[in-house]
C-alpha cells in the first residue's frame, strides 16, 4: 500500500484528464476542417446540429456529475487498509431512490425523444421549389432533383431537367436513361434550394455525405433511396463516401458546389454544349490527345461527339468510367481527390500525368494483373508513354470551361 | 479421476483397472501438459481461454498499432491500401471475437460453479469441447494471413455485396465466415453448457435470486449468446454458401437485397454489444461492493437492469442501419427503442456510485480499474445516446465518433472492467497477488493511454474524419489529432506490456511472499471460501446457502443496530481444500480431436474437398470415440449408463450437449443430506 | 452455515443423481435450450425464404412448380413419425424394449420416406430448371429445405444409434429419458416443418 499522502495524487491526475476531454469536445468547433458535422451551411444539417447541441449539454452535465461524484467520493471515502473493525453502513437497497433513478433517466430520455421524432420528421420531409431553367434555349420548370450514382471509387451526378424522375423511369442502376447532364465527382445545385437527390450504386454499397448539408444516406445497389440537401450560399462543399467500399474507400471523395441562379443557368449552358473534335493534325498535342483518346480510353470513358454512339458502357464490373465530356469544367478528378487547376490557376498537369501514368500509385485499385475471372476495378494504367500522356492532357484541358475562380480558390483546402 | 494431488485418491481403494473399459480407456492425470489438453476441469478450460484470449489480445493490438501508425499523419502510405483493409478488418475481427468474448469465457467458466456452489459445469466434457473449438476457429482465421492470400478485407460487417467473390476475390472472407462458424459452435455450446450449470447445479439453498450479480449477468450473456450466435450463423451460411457455391443471396443483380445481410448481422451484432459488456458490468458488480466494504447497493434492481438490457439488446438492432434506406418509421421506431435502452444502464451507473457512497473506498488495482470502468463507459453511454437521435447519427455514422463511441463502451467499459476482474480474482486463480505498485501504473498508463487514443476520435468524428478510411489528406484539420491518438495507442500498448511484465515478475516474486488466504479482499462470494489456488474439487463440501452474499456471512454478522460484528475469522469460516475421494469427471482427448477436425472441413471447403473428407473422419470418428468412451465413475450406481449412440455434431451447431454424461451435478448433490 | 461441517465432508453416495435445481435434467435441460436456439436458426432461413420467394430473376420460382399433393403426403409421413416416436418412449417407460425397437424402427423409416421424397422433390426441380444458384429465391428454398433435412437426417442417426443400443441391452426402462431427449429432438423437426411447409406451399406467392 503506498501511504495515503501519495495515493491522493491520482483523483487529480483524473481530473486533469476529464478536463483535457472535454477540451479536446470542445475544440470540434475549429474552423479549418471543411468536413465538419458541428458547422451547417444548409438548412437540414443546421436543424439536425440544432438538435444535437442540447443533447450533447444535457451528457456534458451528466458526465459532470457522474464523473464527479467518483472523483468526490474517491477522494472522499478513501481508505489504505480496513484494519478498522468499524464498518460502513450496510445499506442493501432504496426502494425511493432507486425508482426515482429510473423515473429520472426515462424523463429526460422522453424529452430527448420528443426533440428527435420532431427532427426526424422535419428532416424527412421534402418541399423542393420549382426553379425555372433553361435547357438548349427552352425554359422548363425543374424540380431540382439529382441522381446520384456511386460507384467504386467515384460519384456520378445525372441530371434530367424534363422529366419525372423516380425509382419506375429510371429502372437498372446500371444501365440508367440517357441524361440532360452527366457528371462525376462534383455536383452542381442552385444555391438557396432544396434539393432533392435520388441516390444508388452500380457495385456495392456507398455512403453520400456532405457534413455541411446534410447527414449521409447509403447508395444501395438494386435500390433508390431518397435524400436531400441545400445550401444556403454558394460555395463549395466537401463531402466522403462513408460507407466501406473497398479498396480505394478513403480516396472517394465528392464536392458539391453551389451557384447563384444565374451561375447555375452558365452551367447548364456550358455542360449542354459539345465539344468540337479537334481536326487532324500530327503536329497539334489536342490533336493527337484525340486520336490517343479515342484509342485507349473510350472503353471505359464517354466524350460526347467522340465516342457517344459506340459507347455502351464500359468493360469494368462497375459499368462505366466517368463521363470526361466537361472534364475541365470541375475543380477535382479522380474520385474528387486531385485538384484539375493549381493555386495559380494553372491547369494541373502534372497530377494529371502522374494519374495517366501510375493511377494504381495515386489511389489503389484493382484494375491491372489480375487473376482470370477476375473483373477489373478502377482507373487501369494502360502503360502509356510520356508522349501519349502529354497529348491526353493537353486534349482533356480542352474538355469543357475552366471552373470560376471562386470556386477554384474554395477547392483548396489547404 | 481428475485429480492430481495425492491425498484426493478414492477412499475406497476402488481402481480404474477393475473396470471393463474396452479398447477405449479415458487418461489419467500424469501432471505434465498433457493435463491440459485433456483436461475437462473448468478451472484449467478458464485459465486456457484466459491465456489464449491474452495472446490474441496482442495480436489485435499490434494490428491496431500498425492502423494507428498508417494513421499518425496524412497520406502516409506504411500500409497500402489493400493491407490497411485486411489489418483494420483483423483487428475488430480479433479484439471481438477472439480477445473479449474468451476472456469474458474465461471469467464465466472460472466462476460460475464455485459462485453457484458447484463442482464442475453441466457438461464437463462439452465444456472443453467449447474451449478447443473456439481455439481451432481462431487460429484457422488466423491462418488466413499464411494460405489465404491476406487477412479478410470486408470490415467485421462485411457488408454484402463487398464482400462478394466479385469485390473480395481472396480467400480471406471464406476464413472469416468459416472461422467466424467454427468460433459460433463453440460458443454456443459453451452457452447452452453454463445456462443448463446456473439452473441446475446450484448448491442447495442457493436461490436465483441469491447468486451473485456477476453470474447473473453472465447469465443473461449466455442467453444472448445462445439466441444470437443462431442468427449470425444463418448469415455466415448465406455468404458462405454464396461465396463457394455462387447461390443468389447477396448479388444485387440477380435481384437480391443486400439489406438481408445487414438485418442478419445486426440482429446478432447488437446483442454482440451487450455480450461484451455485460461480464464487466457483473465483474465490477463483484469488485465495487468488496472495496467499497458495503454490499452491492440494489441487488435486485442491478440484477433486472441486466436482464432488462439484455431484452431491449433485441429490439435496436436496426440503429445500426439509419442511414441504409430501412425507412423513416423504422428509423423512427429504432430511435426510440434505442434510446430507452439507456435507462437501465443508467440505473446499473447510479447503484455502483451508491454502493460506493458512504463505504470505505480501498482503492486497490482491481478496485481502480472498477471505478474506471464507470467513469469510461459512461463517456461511452452518452455518446451512445447521442447517436439514438436518428437525424444525428446521419452525421455521426461511419465517422471517428462512433469508433470513439464503441471504443469507449467496449474498451473502457468491457476491457477496464475485465482487467478490474483479473487483478482481483488472480490471487484465487493462481494463489498469488499481482503486485498492486505495479497494477496502479498499469492502471494509470492505460487510462491515459486510452484516452489519449479514443478521445480524440470524437473530435475527428465531428470533424468530418470517416471510419475505415487507410489514410486522409491534409487541410481537413485532422492532422493534430490524429497523432495525438497515435501517441496514446502507444502509451496504451506499453502499458499492455507492463501488465504483462507484472505477471512475469509477481510470480517470480511470489515465492518470497506470504500466500494471499482464501479470502484476501475481505469478499462476499463463495469462491472466497475455498482455498487459493481453488483445489482441483472447488468444494470440500457443498456449501448450503442461507442468504445472499452468504459467504461474508459467514464471517459477519449484522446486529440489529445496523453495525458489523466478526463471528468468524476467514480461516475458520473457509474450506480448507483437503476432502479425500471427491470424484470427478475423467480427463477426455476426445474434444481436442473433435475440434481439429473442424478446420479441416473448413480448408476443404476453400481448397480441396479431400481434407473436408479427412476432417469430417476426424470429427466424426472423435464423436464416436466420445459416445463410446466409458464413464469412468467408479461409482456404479449413478445410473449413467453410456447409451452409445451419438447424437453429437449437428451440421452447425457442432453439438447439442446430449449424450454428455460426466454429470457432476451428482457430486453437487452429495451434501444435500445433511441440508 | 453451521452444515459446513468435517461430518458434511463425507462423500456419499446414494444420492439420486437427477436430483437439480429445476427437476430437469441437465441433458434433457440442456436439449430444450439447444432447440430454443434452433427456432432461431430456422427463423432466419424461414425469414430469408419469405424475402426471397418471389425474386425470380426473370427464372422459374419453386412455388411454379412444386407438388402440393406429393409434399402433402410426405409432410404427413413426417408427422405420423412423432406418433411412432411418442409410442415408442412409451413402450420405454413400460420397460417393453421389443416394442420400443419397433417404433424407432417404424419412426425412423417414416423419417426416410419424408427424406426419400425430398431427394426425389429436389432432383424433379432441377430438371424442371430450378438449381440451386438459378435465382434468390431458388438458394432460399434450397437452404431452407435442406437444412430442414439435414436436421431430420441426424435424427435418423440418433433414432438408428437407439435402435442399436437398445438391441445390445444398453438401452433400458431405466434410461428412457434418452429416447425422452431424441424424441424431443424429433418432436421439434416435426413442428419446425409445419412452419416450413405452411410458409413455402400454403401461403400463396403474391
Known amino acids: ?414 | 479421476m481428475a485429480i492430481t494431488e495425492e491425498p484426493l485418491a478414492l477412499t475406497s481403494g476402488e481402481t480404474f483397472a477393475e473396470r471393463p473399459l474396452g479398447v477405449l480407456t479415458r487418461p489419467q492425470p500424469k501432471g505434465t501438459w498433457r493435463d491440459w489438453l485433456s483436461s475437462v476441469d473448468h478451472k484449467k478450460i478458464g485459465i486456457m481461454y484466459g491465456v489464449a484470449a491474452m495472446f490474441f489480445f496482442l495480436v489485435g493490438g499490434a494490428e491496431a498499432l500498425l492502423i494507428r501508425t498508417q494513421l499518425a499523419f496524412p497520406d502516409q502510405g506504411f500500409l497500402s491500401a489493400e493491407v490497411y483493409n485486411q489489418i483494420f478488418t483483423m483487428h475488430g475481427v480479433t479484439m471481438i471475437f477472439l480477445f473479449v468474448m474468451p476472456l469474458a469465457a474465461a471469467f464465466a467458466n472460472y466462476l460460475i460453479p464455485l459462485q453457484i456452489g458447484a463442482r464442475d459445469v453441466a457438461f464437463p466434457r462439452l465444456n472443453a469441447l467449447s474451449f478447443w473449438v473456439w481455439l481451432s476457429g481462431a487460429i484457422f482465421l488466423n491462418t488466413s494471413w499464411i494460405v489465404g492470400g491476406g487477412g479478410a478485407d470486408c470490415g467485421w460487417f462485411c457488408y454484402a455485396p463487398n464482400s462478394g467473390v466479385t469485390f473480395s476475390p481472396t480467400n480471406g472472407v471464406d476464413f472469416y465466415a468459416i472461422g467466424l462458424l467454427i468460433a459460433g459452435i463453440a460458443s454456443l455450446v459453451s452457452a447452452v453448457n453454463l445456462i443448463v450449470t446456473v439452473l441446475n447445479m446450484r448448491a442447495p439453498g442457493m436461490t436465483l435470486f441469491r447468486m451473485p450479480v456477476l453470474t447473473w449477468m453472465l447469465l443473461v450473456t449466455q442467453f444472448l449468446l445462445a439466441f444470437a450466435l443462431p442468427v449470425i450463423t444463418v448469415a455466415l451460411f448465406l455468404l458462405i454458401f454464396d461465396r463457394l457455391f455462387d447461390s443468389q443471396f447477396f448479388d444485387p443483380a440477380a435481384g437480391a437485397d443486400p439489406l438481408l445481410w445487414q438485418h442478419l448481422f445486426w440482429i446478432f451484432g447488437h446483442p454482440e454489444v451487450y455480450i461484451i459488456i455485460l461480464p464487466s458490468f457483473g465483474i465490477i458488480s463483484e469488485v465495487i461492493p468488496a472495496f467499497s466494504r458495503k454490499p452491492i447497493f440494489g441487488y435486485t434492481f442491478m440484477v433486472f437492469s441486466g436482464i432488462a438490457i439484455g431484452f431491449m439488446g433485441w429490439g435496436v438492432w436496426a440503429h445500426h442501419m439509419f442511414v441504409s434506406g430501412i425507412g423513416p418509421i423504422s428509423v423512427a421506431a429504432f430511435s426510440l427503442a434505442t434510446m430507452f435502452i439507456a435507462v437501465p444502464t443508467g440505473v446499473k451507473i447510479l447503484n455502483w456510485l451508491a454502493t460506493m457512497w458512504g463505504g470505505q473506498l480501498r482503492f486497490t488495482t482491481a478496485m481502480l480499474f472498477a471505478v474506471g470502468t464507470v467513469a469510461m463507459f459512461t463517456i461511452g453511454g452518452l455518446s451512445g445516446v447521442t447517436h439514438s437521435l436518428a437525424p444525428a447519427d446521419t452525421q455521426q455514422t461511419d465517422t471517428y465518433y462512433i469508433v470513439a463511441h464503441f471504443h469507449y463502451v467496449i474498451f473502457g467499459g468491457g476491457v477496464l472492467g475485465l482487467f478490474a476482474g483479473i487483478y482481483f480474482w488472480w490471487p484465487k486463480v493462481f494463489g498469488h497477488f499481482l503486485n498492486e505498485k505495479r497494477g496502479r501504473l498499469h492502471f494509470w498508463s492505460m487510462l491515459v493511454g486510452f484516452n489519449l487514443t479514443f478521445g480524440p476520435m470524437h473530435v475527428l468524428g465531428l470533424q468530418g474524419m470517416s471510419r475505415r478510411i487507410d489514410t486522409y489528406s491534409a487541410g481537413f484539420g485532422f492532422e493534430f489529432w490524429n497523432l495525438v491518438s497515435t501517441i496514446g495507442s502507444y502509451l496504451l500498448g506499453l502499458s499492455v506490456l507492463y501488465f504483462l511484465y507484472n505477471v512475469w515478475r509477481s510470480k517470480k516474486e511470489a515465492v518470497n511472499l506470504p500466500a494471499p488466504g482464501p479470502d484476501p479482499w475481505d469478499a462476499r462470494s463463495l469462491e472466497w471460501s475455498v482455498p487459493s489456488p481453488t483445489p482441483e474439487h472447488n468444494f470440500d463440501v457443498i456449501p448450503v446457502i442461507e442468504s445472499q452474499d452468504d459467504w461474508w456471512f459467514r464471517k459477519y454478522s449484522i446486529e440489529d443496530d445496523g453495525s458489523v460484528v466478526r463471528v468468524a475469522s476467514v480461516e475458520e469460516a473457509a474450506q480448507k481444500g483437503d476432502a479425500t475421494g471427491v470424484h470427478l469427471p475423467s480427463p477426455s482427448f476426445w474434444p481436442l480431436v473433435l475440434a481439429v477436425g473442424l478446420p479441416l472441413i473448413g480448408y476443404g471447403l476453400i481448397f480441396n474437398l479431400w481434407l473436408c473428407v479427412i476432417g469430417g473422419l476426424l470429427t466424426g470418428g472423435a464423436m464416436y470415440a466420445w459416445a463410446l468412451e466409458p464413464v469412468d465413475d467408479p461409482d456404479a450406481g449413478h445410473g449413467h449408463d453410456d447409451h452409445g449412440h451419438d447424437d453429437h455434431g449437428d451440421d452447425d451447431h457442432g453439438d447439442d450437449g446430449h449424450g454428455d454424461d460426466d454429470d457432476p451435478v451428482a457430486v453437487a448433490a452429495d451434501s444435500e443430506g445433511e441440508a | 452455515m453451521t452444515s459446513m461441517t468435517a461430518e458434511a465432508a463425507a462423500v456419499s453416495h446414494d444420492h439420486d443423481p437427477h436430483a437439480t435445481n429445476t427437476g430437469i435434467s441437465n441433458t434433457k435441460l440442456a436439449m430444450w435450450l439447444f432447440l430454443s436456439t434452433e427456432c432461431l436458426l430456422f427463423g432466419g432461413l424461414i425469414s430469408t425464404y419469405l424475402l426471397y420467394k418471389t425474386r425470380g430473376n426473370g427464372q422459374v420460382l419453386p412455388t411454379d412448380i412444386f407438388d402440393i399433393m406429393f409434399t402433402s403426403v410426405s409432410s404427413f409421413v413426417l408427422l405420423a413419425s412423432s406418433l411412432t416416436m411418442v409410442l415408442a418412449l412409451s413402450a420405454a417407460v413400460r420397460g417393453d424394449m421389443h416394442r420400443t425397437r419397433v417404433w424407432l424402427m417404424v419412426t425412423a423409416l417414416l423419417g426416410a420416406v419424408f427424406i426419400g421424397g425430398q431427394v426425389y422433390e429436389f432432383t424433379s426441380f432441377y430438371y424442371e430448371g430450378l438449381g440451386y444458384t438459378t435465382n434468390p429465391a431458388a438458394s432460399a428454398f434450397y437452404t431452407l429445405t435442406g437444412f430442414h433435412g439435414i436436421h431430420v437426417s441426424l435424427g435418423l442417426l440418433m433414432l438408428m444409434s437407439l435402435f442399436v443400443a437398445a438391441g445390445q441391452g444398453k438401452l433400458t426402462a431405466k434410461n428412457h429419458e434418452t429416447i425422452e431427449i431424441v424424441g424431443l429432438y424429433w418432436h421439434f423437426v416435426d413442428v419446425v416443418w409445419i412452419f416450413i411447409f405452411t410458409v413455402i406451399y400454403l401461403i400463396p406467392a403474391e
Not at chain 1, 141 to 162: A, L, M
Not at chain 1, 236 to 246: A, I, N
Not at chain 1, 385 to 400: F, H, K, P, Q, W
Open chain 1, 1 to 414: 500500500m503506498k501511504p495515503v499522502s501519495e495515493m491522493s495524487k491520482h483523483p487529480r491526475r483524473y481530473l486533469f484528464g476529464l478536463v483535457l476531454l472535454l477540451g479536446l469536445l470542445l475544440s470540434g468547433c475549429a474552423s479549418d476542417a471543411e468536413l465538419n458535422t458541428l458547422d451547417p451551411k444548409g438548412e437540414t444539417a443546421r436543424q439536425i446540429d440544432d438538435l444535437l447541441d442540447p443533447v450533447l449539454a444535457i451528457a456534458g452535465v451528466i458526465l459532470v456529475l457522474v464523473v464527479g461524484g467518483v472523483v468526490y467520493m474517491s477522494l472522499r471515502s478513501r481508505v489504505s487498509n480496513y484494519d478498522s473493525d468499524e464498518f460502513p453502513a450496510q445499506t442493501t437497497h432504496n426502494n425511493t431512490l432507486e425508482i426515482g433513478w429510473t423515473i429520472g433517466p426515462a424523463i429526460i430520455m422522453v424529452i430527448v425523444a420528443v426533440l428527435t421524432i420532431t427532427t426526424h420528421l422535419v428532416v424527412n420531409d421534402t418541399k423542393a421549389n420549382a426553379v425555372e431553367v433553361s435547357v438548349d434555349g427552352a425554359t422548363t420548370s425543374w424540380e431540382p432533383k439529382v441522381v446520384v450514382v456511386g460507384q467504386q471509387w467515384w460519384w456520378e451526378f445525372r441530371y434530367y431537367f424534363s422529366e419525372d424522375v423516380d425509382a419506375e423511369m429510371l429502372g437498372d442502376p446500371n444501365n440508367l436513361p440517357p441524361a440532360d447532364i452527366v457528371t462525376a465527382g462534383q455536383m452542381i445545385i442552385p444555391a438557396g434550394e432544396e434539393v432533392e437527390l435520388i441516390v444508388t450504386s452500380r457495385d456495392v454499397i456507398h455512403s453520400f455525405w456532405i457534413p455541411a448539408l446534410n447527414g449521409k444516406r447509403d447508395a444501395r445497389p438494386g435500390y433508390f433511396a431518397k435524400w436531400k440537401l441545400s445550401a444556403d450560399d454558394p460555395g463549395v462543399y466537401f463531402g466522403q463516401c462513408t460507407e466501406f467500399c473497398g479498396l480505394s474507400h478513403s480516396r472517394m471523395r465528392m464536392q458539391v458546389v453551389a451557384m447563384d441562379d444565374a451561375g447555375f443557368q452558365q452551367w447548364i449552358d456550358e455542360q449542354r454544349e459539345v465539344p468540337a473534335l479537334p481536326e487532324a493534325n500530327e503536329d497539334d498535342a489536342v490533336s493527337r490527345g484525340a486520336v490517343a483518346f479515342a484509342g485507349n480510353c473510350t472503353s471505359c470513358h464517354l466524350v460526347e461527339g467522340v465516342n457517344s454512339d459506340s459507347y455502351s458502357g464500359a468493360a469494368v464490373e462497375s459499368g462505366a468510367a466517368p463521363n470526361l465530356t466537361h472534364f475541365a469544367s470541375r475543380s477535382t478528378f479522380a474520385g474528387g481527390i486531385l485538384n484539375t487547376y493549381n493555386p495559380d490557376g494553372s491547369f494541373n498537369r502534372d497530377d494529371l500525368s502522374e494519374w495517366l501514368r501510375n493511377p494504381e500509385v495515386v489511389k489503389a485499385n484493382a484494375a491491372n494483373n489480375l487473376p482470370d475471372g477476375v473483373l477489373p476495378r478502377g482507373m487501369p494504367n494502360l502503360g502509356l508513354n510520356e508522349r501519349t500522356i502529354s497529348d491526353l492532357v493537353a486534349y482533356l484541358e480542352t474538355l469543357g470551361s475552366k471552373p470560376s475562380a471562386e470556386v477554384l480558390a474554395a477547392t483548396e483546402v489547404e
